[in-house]
Protein backbone atom coordinates (compact mmCIF):
# COMPACT_ATOMS: atom_id res chain seq x y z
CA UNK A 1 0.00 0.00 0.00
CA UNK A 2 1.10 3.34 -0.72
CA UNK A 3 0.74 5.08 2.31
CA UNK A 4 1.06 9.18 2.45
CA UNK A 5 1.55 10.39 6.80
CA UNK A 6 1.08 14.15 7.17
CA UNK A 7 3.87 15.48 8.88
CA UNK A 8 2.59 18.19 11.77
CA UNK A 9 0.36 16.69 14.52
CA UNK A 10 1.37 13.19 13.32
CA UNK A 11 4.64 12.88 12.93
CA UNK A 12 6.17 16.16 14.65
CA UNK A 13 4.84 17.76 17.80
CA UNK A 14 4.90 20.85 15.72
CA UNK A 15 3.04 22.84 18.40
CA UNK A 16 5.42 22.16 21.05
CA UNK A 17 7.99 23.79 18.67
CA UNK A 18 6.41 26.75 17.89
CA UNK A 19 5.12 27.43 21.63
CA UNK A 20 8.91 27.30 22.55
CA UNK A 21 10.23 28.99 19.90
CA UNK A 22 8.20 32.18 20.33
CA UNK A 23 7.04 31.65 24.36
CA UNK A 24 3.44 30.64 23.87
CA UNK A 25 1.19 28.44 25.62
CA UNK A 26 -1.21 26.91 22.85
CA UNK A 27 -2.54 24.05 23.34
CA UNK A 28 -4.46 23.56 20.24
CA UNK A 29 -4.27 23.45 16.52
CA UNK A 30 -7.70 24.07 15.99
CA UNK A 31 -9.20 23.85 12.53
CA UNK A 32 -8.85 27.24 10.93
CA UNK A 33 -5.88 27.92 12.65
CA UNK A 34 -5.41 31.29 11.39
CA UNK A 35 -8.61 32.92 13.01
CA UNK A 36 -8.07 31.19 16.29
CA UNK A 37 -4.43 32.63 15.94
CA UNK A 38 -5.71 36.17 15.13
CA UNK A 39 -8.26 36.17 17.73
CA UNK A 40 -6.00 34.41 20.90
CA UNK A 41 -2.96 36.67 19.50
CA UNK A 42 -4.21 40.08 18.03
CA UNK A 43 -2.05 39.34 15.21
CA UNK A 44 -2.47 39.28 12.25
CA UNK A 45 -2.69 36.67 9.47
CA UNK A 46 1.32 37.11 8.02
CA UNK A 47 2.59 37.44 11.57
CA UNK A 48 0.65 34.10 12.30
CA UNK A 49 2.71 32.50 9.26
CA UNK A 50 5.48 33.81 10.16
CA UNK A 51 5.70 31.96 13.79
CA UNK A 52 4.95 28.99 11.96
CA UNK A 53 7.92 29.72 9.44
CA UNK A 54 10.17 30.41 11.97
CA UNK A 55 9.58 27.46 14.13
CA UNK A 56 13.61 26.16 16.05
CA UNK A 57 13.65 23.02 14.33
CA UNK A 58 15.70 22.04 17.85
CA UNK A 59 12.77 22.79 19.76
CA UNK A 60 10.67 19.89 17.46
CA UNK A 61 10.10 16.64 19.00
CA UNK A 62 8.35 13.60 17.62
CA UNK A 63 5.47 12.79 18.86
CA UNK A 64 6.31 9.13 20.92
CA UNK A 65 6.69 5.83 19.03
CA UNK A 66 6.45 7.19 16.16
CA UNK A 67 9.88 6.01 14.05
CA UNK A 68 9.15 2.91 15.99
CA UNK A 69 5.93 2.77 14.14
CA UNK A 70 7.57 3.73 10.84
CA UNK A 71 9.78 1.05 10.87
CA UNK A 72 6.94 -1.31 10.89
CA UNK A 73 4.96 0.62 8.63
CA UNK A 74 7.92 0.32 5.94
CA UNK A 75 8.23 -2.92 6.67
CA UNK A 76 4.86 -3.18 4.50
CA UNK A 77 4.27 -0.72 2.66
CA UNK A 78 5.66 2.36 0.50
CA UNK A 79 6.10 4.92 3.16
CA UNK A 80 6.29 8.72 2.26
CA UNK A 81 5.38 11.79 3.96
CA UNK A 82 2.48 14.38 2.14
CA UNK A 83 2.51 17.54 3.95
CA UNK A 84 0.74 21.30 2.85
CA UNK A 85 4.34 22.88 5.01
CA UNK A 86 5.30 26.40 2.62
CA UNK A 87 8.89 27.00 1.41
CA UNK A 88 10.12 28.35 4.36
CA UNK A 89 8.68 25.64 6.43
CA UNK A 90 10.39 23.16 4.99
CA UNK A 91 13.60 24.77 5.95
CA UNK A 92 13.30 23.25 9.51
CA UNK A 93 11.40 20.57 8.71
CA UNK A 94 14.11 19.05 6.87
CA UNK A 95 16.72 19.75 9.90
CA UNK A 96 14.16 17.96 11.78
CA UNK A 97 13.81 14.93 9.98
CA UNK A 98 17.87 14.78 9.36
CA UNK A 99 18.42 14.67 12.83
CA UNK A 100 15.58 12.40 13.64
CA UNK A 101 17.18 9.87 10.79
CA UNK A 102 13.67 10.41 9.00
CA UNK A 103 15.04 11.97 5.94
CA UNK A 104 14.96 8.03 4.18
CA UNK A 105 10.79 8.59 3.38
CA UNK A 106 10.28 10.86 0.34
CA UNK A 107 8.48 14.06 1.08
CA UNK A 108 6.02 15.83 -1.30
CA UNK A 109 4.53 18.77 -0.60
CA UNK A 110 0.16 19.57 -1.62
CA UNK A 111 -2.01 22.07 -0.40
CA UNK A 112 -4.80 20.08 -1.76
CA UNK A 113 -3.99 16.48 -0.26
CA UNK A 114 -7.35 15.09 -1.04
CA UNK A 115 -6.76 15.74 -4.93
CA UNK A 116 -3.48 13.81 -5.19
CA UNK A 117 -3.35 10.12 -6.59
CA UNK A 118 -0.17 9.48 -5.47
CA UNK A 119 -1.57 7.30 -1.95
CA UNK A 120 -3.61 4.85 -1.59
CA UNK A 121 -4.52 5.81 2.37
CA UNK A 122 -3.68 9.17 3.78
CA UNK A 123 -3.05 9.16 7.80
CA UNK A 124 -3.96 12.96 9.51
CA UNK A 125 -4.42 14.85 12.33
CA UNK A 126 -6.71 17.64 10.40
CA UNK A 127 -10.76 16.65 10.26
CA UNK A 128 -11.25 19.44 7.41
CA UNK A 129 -8.52 17.18 5.51
CA UNK A 130 -10.55 13.91 6.26
CA UNK A 131 -14.22 15.86 5.24
CA UNK A 132 -12.49 16.71 1.89
CA UNK A 133 -10.78 13.02 1.07
CA UNK A 134 -14.44 11.71 2.11
CA UNK A 135 -15.50 13.79 -0.57
CA UNK A 136 -13.50 12.74 -3.03
CA UNK A 137 -13.44 9.19 -2.35
CA UNK A 138 -10.44 9.07 -0.87
CA UNK A 139 -8.98 6.88 2.16
CA UNK A 140 -8.30 9.07 5.06
CA UNK A 141 -7.48 7.94 8.45
CA UNK A 142 -7.19 10.44 11.65
CA UNK A 143 -4.36 10.05 14.36
CA UNK A 144 -6.30 11.27 17.63
CA UNK A 145 -6.05 14.47 18.81
CA UNK A 146 -7.30 17.19 20.90
CA UNK A 147 -8.19 19.16 17.54
CA UNK A 148 -10.07 16.28 15.55
CA UNK A 149 -12.44 14.93 18.04
CA UNK A 150 -15.48 17.06 16.94
CA UNK A 151 -14.96 14.69 13.25
CA UNK A 152 -16.72 11.50 15.01
CA UNK A 153 -17.44 9.82 12.02
CA UNK A 154 -13.77 9.58 11.01
CA UNK A 155 -12.13 6.68 11.51
CA UNK A 156 -8.89 7.21 14.24
CA UNK A 157 -6.17 5.63 15.72
CA UNK A 158 -4.73 6.60 19.42
CA UNK A 159 -1.31 7.04 17.74
CA UNK A 160 1.07 6.01 14.58
CA UNK A 161 1.87 2.96 16.21
CA UNK A 162 -1.60 1.94 17.04
CA UNK A 163 -2.35 2.76 13.10
CA UNK A 164 1.17 -0.25 12.97
CA UNK A 165 -0.34 -2.41 15.01
CA UNK A 166 -4.04 -2.91 13.56
CA UNK A 167 -3.74 -5.22 10.71
CA UNK A 168 -5.70 -2.19 9.17
CA UNK A 169 -2.80 -1.69 7.04
MG1 LIG B 1 -1.20 18.02 10.20
Redo the contacts with the bound molecule.
Keep these: MRLAI ?5 VFNHMEGLNKTHGLHLEY ?1 KEGFPYFFEKILGVEYPVVKGMFETINPDFVPLFPGVKDALRKLNNWHHIFFLTSKTPKMMEWTKKVLQREGLDIFPVMVSEQKHLENCYDKLV ?3 GQTWVLCQQAHKDCVLIDRAWNRDFTHAPRYASLGKLADSGDV
Design positions: DLDGVEEDC
